[in-house]
């Protein structure tokens, strides 16, 4: 699977009912990872991580369920900028990370060391150990893309999103070889610019999913013409793209060999062939872990039905 | 006031009862500064920090008053070494003071900062802005100060204090002006080896203390044969000296004019005379804040007489 953060989260609760987590491996986003007072916060990896250790807060959608914010209160109380909500918890992840990074320990294996410290079955992978990141270009300017989403509040028309470093970035280890073994591959219901985006920036990531051997589905994040989180829907229409999931579908032209849009959408599927893509229509939003378990049924009974074709 | 952490912070609720604390000047030892998870620790101008800002926690002798663990415990559960207990609101003054000092700024430009941050009216200055650490050498080998102390609880037998870095140490901005400004002059009553030791190994530093022109006092951190927390008794004894106030007074030969002992250890008070000090004799062991500032007066005054002698 492919992540970003809230949505892949979400999906992935579901998921991991329906698979053995031994069997799974997540590719997550790094585009929008970030330094705050000097630690390497990876937002997209964590929000995954606390997801597959049980952990993950079930309103917020992001950090440690029961979490507590006195340090950053503290820092508030020194004048320190305090726009990105780091917890109490969660800075013990940004401590151990960054001080192997310091060390020298590349992402990924500082990656795969915090997965076991929280008992993780499955496999989470960093989509690359080197420097990349996300930028958004609006009126204001290039903003990195925590100071857009988080600070700013996504405010601003998206002139264009810029994914850095990307164009040279390899894979991490563990990457393309979990492209090749998989027998499905998903691209989460994550933003296509800011969250698989960068992602499939990497060129080698991108020539391996275009090469794929097993199926690939991709969920959509957009229903009813709006995300159910963030701001993709007017992304979508500034960059120029249509606000439907066949904009989104256009994104992932040969990537994926079916893509799952909502009931509410459903008009737009005779689109979607059109594109390549197989599509399967289906109640998207996932209200519940329940519901997300029956999406996650349904898009894997679907990459079963596209390797027998 | 020379200061080191515990000991230091106590007089300190005293002799802020006393004094006015914008004439107040606080010289705090950076020989035990420590880097955990990247993170620069000045665990003795921090106690003093919080000590003036009144937020001590009262009971620990350290740290912030109801401070919580939260992030020490996750960093406990990722499989992280804990034995230096970083408090969650601890966690800011070190954030904010790692961020500055990797851009360039000084220690004594941060700590000023956070004192201005935490509302201080008195003067908090390092010793130096330069690196200087307090090794213990026992038969264990040469341990980093904080390692020796909180690590093994200072077990083992100690054969020298190494000072490393402090021969070429420059004074902090602001620490030879206040010694010379100064209308007295205190050294609390901390470990004159490994607290107030370091800030004499600074040569400008010692010199400016050997000429100074305003009376000097030292209160003893010894009382009846033992200190109050912590292991100076051992030190004295494995290092060769007297464990006596006698033993501690010695030490500071030519540097201070007065040395304030225990009623328990009034039988040195000929000896201390003889080494070129006056003794003044009385309760030194600050059970309370009233107790403090009781002997804060006494110091003030013993200072006061002997700018008039």
Chains 1, 2 share one sequence.
Do not use: C
């Not at 305090?82 to 800075?91: I, K, T």
């Not at 589905?217 to 999931?245: D, N, Q, W, Y």
């Amino acid at each position: 699977m492919l992540a970003g953060g809230v949505g892949a989260a979400r999906f992935l609760r579901g998921l991991s009912q329906r698979t053995d987590p031994r069997r799974l491996a997540v590719i997550g986003n790094t585009g929008d990872d970030e330094e705050f007072f000097g630690l390497h916060v990876s937002p997209d990896l964590d929000t995954v991580l606390y997801t597959l250790a049980g952990r993950a807060d079930p309103v917020r959608g992001w950090g440690v369920a029961g979490e507590t914010f006195h340090a950053l209160a503290a820092l508030d109380a020194l004048g320190a900028p305090v726009w990105f909500r780091l917890g109490d918890r969660d800075l013990a992840t940004h401590l151990v990370r960054t001080t192997a990074l310091r060390a020298g320990r590349p992402l990924s294996r500082v990656t795969a060391d915090l997965a076991r410290a929280h008992g993780l079955r499955a496999t989470l992978l960093p989509m690359t150990d080197d420097r990349v990141r996300t930028f958004v270009h609006t009126e204001r300017g290039r903003l990195p893309f925590q100071d857009y989403l988080v600070r700013r509040r996504a405010r601003g028309r998206v002139r264009r999103i810029e994914i850095a470093g990307a164009a040279r970035a390899r894979p991490a280890p563990g990457v393309l070889a979990a492209l090749h073994r998989a027998d499905g591959i998903v691209l989460a219901p994550s933003n296509p610019f800011v969250s698989i985006g960068p992602i499939l920036a990497v060129p080698a990531i991108r020539r391996a999913l275009a090469a794929r051997r097993a199926p690939a589905a991709a969920i959509t994040p957009l229903v009813g013409g709006r995300a159910l989180k963030g701001p993709l829907h007017r992304m979508l229409r500034a960059l120029g793209h249509e606000v439907s999931p066949r904009g989104v579908a256009r994104l992932y032209r040969g990537l994926v060999d079916v893509f799952v849009l909502d009931r509410v959408d459903a008009r737009f599927a005779p689109a979607i062939a059109a594109l390549g893509m197989r599509p399967v229509v289906t109640d998207t939003i996932m209200r519940s872990p329940a519901h997300a378990a029956r999406l996650a049924g349904v898009v894997l009974r679907a990459l079963h039905d596209e390797r027998r074709r």
